[in-house]
């Protein structure tokens, strides 16, 4: 892998987005860590790269921006391209989950807004300023097969929580999100693909881990454990590394085989 390619990677200061960061410092590409307001904890990413980082020339430099606003985007893409120069593979992880949950008969406009502002509305515009920029710059991909676009969504894309409306909507609103790059982008030799996590072991799910310990105990994830940063990582690092050349729109699920339906 050519340590001049660059992933720009969204939330990855912690949880998900710092898996896929590791995974691809592994890798061998330099990663875009963005952050939206915590600076430490993107440092804290960037240390663990370069630890693990296969080649001296790769580069691991925290970039801000809250996503879920025009000047928050245009500014994560602004910084990215000022510090290195390109954008290789854009993987739009960075999400929140309601700040308060409520049955959907009590939930509040302000909170939706603020959900779908950051996971559905920001992925899908950072991705238009990428991928104008792709298609500015066809065939200059540093990656196997071209530039890659990832989403990551959730189980909740297909899954109601009836107390967080709000996020279901905003991940099934990301899963049509990819299709609509994926058929946009395919001719121009950029593939576009969704990733599905379960019940992923996070800060965002360290509230409510003792009520998943007792469901996975009782089957609820066939392979009988939580998901980790690691897991999703792997996935990302396997598409960047050209693995699946003649993909795109595709669904991999992350999540232990829970999507499985079985009498």
């Given at each position: ?113 603020e959900v779908l502002g950051v996971n559905l509305k920001g992925p899908y515009f950072l991705t238009q300023l990428v991928a104008k920029h792709w298609l500015e710059n066809p065939g200059k991909s540093l990656l196997p097969d071209g530039y890659k676009l990832l989403f990551i969504s959730s189980l909740s894309a297909t899954v109601p929580s009836l107390n967080r409306g709000d996020y279901c909507i905003s991940k099934a609103g990301l899963a049509m999100v990819t299709q609509l790059w994926a058929n946009r982008l395919a001719s121009n030799e950029i ?73």
């Open positions: 892998m050519n340590p001049q390619a660059v992933a720009l990677v969204t939330g990855a200061s912690r949880g998900l987005g710092r898996g896929v960061a590791i995974a691809l410092a592994k890798l061998g590409t330099s990663v875009a860590i963005h952050y939206a307001s915590n600076r430490s904890a993107a440092e804290e990413t960037v240390t663990l790269c370069q630890q693990i980082a296969p080649s001296p020339d790769q580069r691991f430099i925290p970039v801000a921006g809250n996503i879920g606003t025009d000047a928050g985007r245009h500014q994560l893409y602004q910084e990215t391209l000022t510090a290195f120069g390109r954008i290789d593979a854009l993987v739009n992880n960075a999400g929140i989950a309601p700040r308060v949950r409520a049955d959907i008969t009590e939930a509040t406009e302000e909170i939706f807004d593939s576009v693909i969704e990733l599905r996590p379960g019940i992923m072991a996070t800060d965002m799910t360290s509230g409510v881990k003792e009520k998943y310990d007792n469901l996975i105990a009782n089957g609820l994830v066939p392979q009988g454990r939580w998901g980790t940063p690691d897991d999703l990582g792997r996935a990302v690092s396997s598409i960047l590394a050209g693995h699946f050349p003649f993909s795109t729109g595709d669904v991999i699920n992350i999540d232990g085989g829970f999507h499985l339906r079985s009498l």
